[in-house]
């Protein structure tokens, strides 16, 4: 998963033509560190996105923006525009990741 680092370099990853999934996380929560362990079968597994993960803490008013509410989240791009929001509360498992996913 690629580190974005600005605001400006999410502002240009989510632009394109094709669909791409950002995880929004913090170093400090338990429950990105969870789906960590996962999340590379998964990427392997939906290779068709190019994946992205940014800080929530370095942007938050990216956070807001996007109504972030919860980390991790998991939100799909396409043209600019969010087109899916997988929420913190419902991604807790691998199960519930992949289901996401597969209604994309």
């Known amino acids: 998963m690629k ?4 605001a ?14 950002v995880k929004f996380y913090t170093t400090w929560c338990p429950d990105c ?8 079968d998964i990427i392997k597994e939906y290779s068709e996105y190019d994946w992205f ?7 938050p008013e990216l956070a807001e923006k996007y109504q972030v ?5 998991l939100l ?4 600019g525009e969010k087109i899916a929001h997988l929420h913190s509360a ?15």
Do not use: C, W, Y
């Open 3 to 6: 580190e974005l680092q600005t």
């Open 8 to 21: 400006e370099q999410f502002l240009e990853v989510v632009s394109g033509e094709q669909p791409i999934i």
């Open 33 to 40: 560190v969870r789906m960590d362990m996962f999340i590379e």
């Open 53 to 59: 993960q940014i800080n929530r803490d370095h942007v």
């Open 69 to 73: 509410m919860g980390i991790p989240s």
């Open 76 to 79: 799909v791009f396409q043209k």
């Open 90 to 104: 419902n991604a807790k498992t691998p199960e519930e990741v992949r289901t996401f996913l597969q209604s994309l």
